[in-house]
């Protein structure tokens, strides 16, 4: 190498489309959902999974950057790409992707996976969900795992897809929860994390089986505000009493008894 390469870094910089003639080669790469939010720090980036994750911006040094996720909390975001992987044979081909056995995922839950090559050499890491029984998304790492999907899944009823992963909500609340949980386990605060049924309506007749009326939700919250509370973390589920409940509500109904 020689040595003025030694001496830079090398980024990608978001840049205004120019009028005119079109560029012919260029090809802009994926980007988050939501990297708008980060265009006003003059951004610099890096591929990362097949698409642009952020290095540096101008709003904080690194080690600012640095210390904030140590003591407090930061947004940002991340590369990790969404696969999603669906049809008769999504478990078969899964099965022979990571050495874990997914079989024991259940639908709704996450697990850790990483995946490997025949002779166990590991192309990249992640977050597995099981979203139905055939249905599963894989938020990958920086690797080729897309190649390595299509060369196993000859021969198998199987679609290898992107989900177009744009509506971030859900996920920001599951690791809303995570972030909060790791600060509460550590000692840093007390916290009450209520898991809210839904959907939130007004009282009628239906036949939901994790409703929260919307003045069941005002009265519980109205009471968690004031709670004394010793451990450093609590999950309590809130929902209405109804036939067929799906959430066990016992806790709360045990704090609020304190309460009282």
């Known amino acids: 190498m020689h040595d003025s390469l030694k001496k830079v870094r090398f980024s990608i910089k978001p840049s205004v489309i120019e009028k005119g003639r079109s560029l012919e080669l260029a090809r802009t790469l994926p980007v988050h959902p939501l990297t708008y939010q980060e265009l006003p720090f003059d951004p610099e980036y890096s591929q990362y999974a097949g698409r642009l994750t952020t290095e540096k911006l101008s709003n904080a040094t690194p080690d600012e950057m640095y210390w904030k996720t140590r003591q407090e909390l930061i947004l ?13 044979d999504a478990l078969k081909l899964l099965q022979k992707i990571f050495p874990r056995d997914i079989s024991k995922v259940n639908v709704g839950r996450c697990s850790y996976q990483f995946a490997c090559y025949h002779d166990g050499g590991m192309i990249t890491d992640g977050l ?4 139905e029984e055939n249905k ?7 690797g080729d795992l897309f190649s390595w999907y299509k060369a196993n899944a000859h021969g198998l ?15 920001c609340a599951h690791m809303t929860e995570y ?4 600060f509460a386990r550590d000692n840093m605060f007390k916290a009450i994390n209520l898991r809210l ?3 939130i309506i007004s009282k009628k007749k239906n036949d939901y089986t994790s409703v929260l009326y919307i003045e069941d939700l ?9 709670l004394d509370i010793s451990e450093y973390w609590n999950n309590l589920h809130v929902q209405s009493d109804c036939d067929n409940q799906r959430f066990i509500t016992n806790k709360l109904k045990t704090f609020l008894e304190k309460k009282d």
């Open 76 to 88: 940002r975001h991340t590369g990790e790409y969404p696969y999603e992987v669906s049809g008769p």
């Open 128 to 131: 597995l969900l099981r979203i």
């Open 136 to 142: 599963f998304w894989f938020a990958q790492a920086d």
């Open 157 to 171: 009823n199987v679609n290898i897809s992107d989900p177009d992963v744009t509506d971030n909500n859900l996920f």
């Open 179 to 182: 972030v909060l949980k790791e």
């Open 197 to 199: 049924g839904w959907p």
């Open 218 to 226: 005002v009265r519980i919250l109205s009471s968690t505000l004031n």
